[in-house]
């Protein structure tokens, strides 16, 4: 049977170059080798990473994931990636890669995330389905505790003080950062989506774009006096 099976595929590679003769269009070796690759093999896990990344919506999230996309190209040195190559030890090699290259561990850990993420996706809508059980089902990823530094609240009474002439970027960016740190640290990827329509009835009310949830948050006097 399996035989069989590379007669077919064989026999619709052979289809391909026979038509690219007809119609004068040239038909390399190695288009021939990938796409008798793809056939038998399976699905490219690269194509399918590309275009699921493209379809975030979210702003940040969609960047992210396109470096993490980006860095395995790297490693790919521009080869194809098919959802049947992908193994614990493919896995492990990747991740050896990483640390080579001096990543601390969380960096390691958000460059494998979205390529699991990819994977399972792949299985849960049917495109792709694997012979043994997945492999990130047995790969354990390491996540450092983040250790997040604040400022203090003399610090910020400091900040609010600080003289800085109108109109220049030091001024925008002071006032950008005590408004954020005023509507209880709303992320900079939420904050330059504001329009003065978000504000009704003396409250800010916007969907955050990592969670898409409804925000509203009142608007007190230091804020009403930045906007």
Known sequence: QINETIKSKLLEVERTYLKSQVTSRKVTASTLQKQLKKEIAGESFVQYSKLRAQQITNPSSRSACKSVLSNLDV?????????????????????????????????????????????????????????????????EGKKAKSVRTRLTIEQIALLEKLNLRPGTNKFQAHNFFLFSFYLQGMRVSDALQLKW?????ERLEYKASKTEKSRSKKIIQKEAEIL
């Not at 990747?94 to 990819?118: D, F, G, H, M, V």
């Not at 329509?197 to 009835?201: H, P």
């Open 197 to 201: 329509a978000n504000i009704i009835n």
């Open 75 to 139: 490693y790919l040195k521009g080869k194809d990636l098919l959802f049947e190559e992908i193994d614990y030890d493919w896995i492990k090699d990747y991740e050896r890669y990483l640390k080579k290259l001096s990543n601390a561990t969380n960096t390691i850990y958000n460059n494998l995330k979205p390529l699991k993420a990819s994977y399972n996706e792949a299985i849960k809508s049917g495109l792709f389905v694997p012979d043994k059980m997945s492999p990130w089902m047995r790969y």
